[in-house]
């Protein structure tokens, strides 16, 4: 069963057959595709001759349902300076909403509630989560120094049928599922220079040269348990080398030029992926986090405004100060301050 004849079983568990036009409007595929996949798909045993799921295709989809998830937040996110110092990147709100509490939210609209949050940088802040969304908290001591292949590393027994998730994303649609039948890995239909993976016609994930341009990586993963089997096994090669230190978990998908996962390809506004202040105020100009101590300084010592402030960069790396670059009113500032 291909990607396709997957996506269009999927479809006819949630909803009756009618026709093959209203099939590929919902299912997103051409009427083409849905005829072909319609046979083949019987021809299978998928589906019997009235379109509907058979006893075969039932139980593929009870061993293939999502059970579990991990989120991943122990890093302490250094494009998100000036606010890095004052809250976790998963604490961060919108529309007075923390991210993380929102995915979590969303996950337990789909029936999971088994859910592992790896935490390293001001994990104490996440405490509370166990006792308001019984999540269990992993501690990622080397966060400072290790990438988070590393987090993932160390719940590599829970990947079974789990979606991974980076913390930092806000979604307006629920992209979790109660059912899934095949491994992917979401990506957005925005031209990323910095994303090393393009979608295919075969709705591959394939290496792209650098910059190049490829789809905008969003972070999130499905893995049924034979690829689950499979990265949690590179994983742990992968750590044993210290050359991938820096690495990130998706370092674990790749074989040769391409990801074992097929794409989810998914409209950009739809997801959204907050690295940096800027990106924040972009899509919450009100949020409680965007007024930091730092911010205000440099409002009262240049007489500006918040919103003039623009192109923040990190001008030194280090989780005990928040020195930055920035423009505001057309002229390239530097702002230093280190806790005592």
């Not at 209203?22 to 379109?51: C, F, M, P, Q, T």
């Not at 809250?87 to 088994?114: D, F, W, Y």
């Not at 080398?241 to 074992?260: H, P, S, T, V």
Request: contains cysteine; glycine residues 4%.
């Amino acid at each position: 069963m291909n990607k396709q004849e997957s996506d269009i079983l999927n479809t006819l568990l949630l909803e009756p057959f009618i026709n093959q036009r209203i099939l590929a409007e919902v299912s997103g595929h051409s009427l083409g595709v849905v005829n072909r996949s319609l046979k083949e798909l019987i021809k299978a045993d998928y589906l019997d001759e009235s379109i509907r799921p058979t006893v075969k295709a039932i139980t593929e989809f009870k061993q293939k349902t999502p059970q579990r998830a991990v989120i991943l937040a122990a890093g302490f996110g250094m494009r998100m300076v000036p606010i890095n110092t004052e809250m976790p990147k998963g604490l961060l709100e919108v529309n007075g909403e923390a991210l993380i509490e929102r995915i979590i939210k969303q996950l337990h609209e789909v029936g999971i509630k088994e859910i592992y949050v790896v935490v390293g940088f001001m994990k104490e802040k996440y405490e509370y989560l166990i006792d308001e969304y019984g999540v269990e908290l992993v501690v990622n001591a080397d966060y400072a120094v290790k990438n988070n292949l590393h987090s993932v590393k160390l719940v590599k027994e829970h990947l079974e049928n789990a979606y991974i998730i980076p913390c930092d994303i806000w979604c307006d649609r629920n992209p979790f599922h109660r059912h899934e039948l095949y491994s992917w890995y979401m990506v957005s239909d925005l031209v990323d220079n910095e994303s090393n993976v393009r979608v295919n016609r075969k709705m591959e994930l394939v290496t792209v040269p650098e910059s190049y341009g490829g789809n905008a990586m969003i972070g999130i993963c499905y893995l049924v348990k034979e690829d689950a089997d499979t990265v949690a096994e590179r994983i742990e090669k992968l750590c044993e080398n210290q050359r991938y230190d820096g690495a990130f978990w998706e370092e674990a998908l790749y074989n040769k030029d391409r990801m074992i996962v097929a794409a989810r390809v998914v409209h950009s506004a739809d997801v959204v992926e907050i690295n940096t202040y800027e990106q924040l105020r972009e899509i919450d100009s009100d949020s409680n986090q965007l007024k930091t101590d730092a911010i205000q300084v440099i409002c009262e010592a240049l007489k500006a405004k918040a919103e003039e402030i623009t192109d923040i960069t990190v001008l030194k790396k280090g989780m005990t100060n928040r020195s930055f670059l920035f423009t505001c009113k057309e002229i390239y500032h530097a702002y230093s301050w280190r806790r005592n």
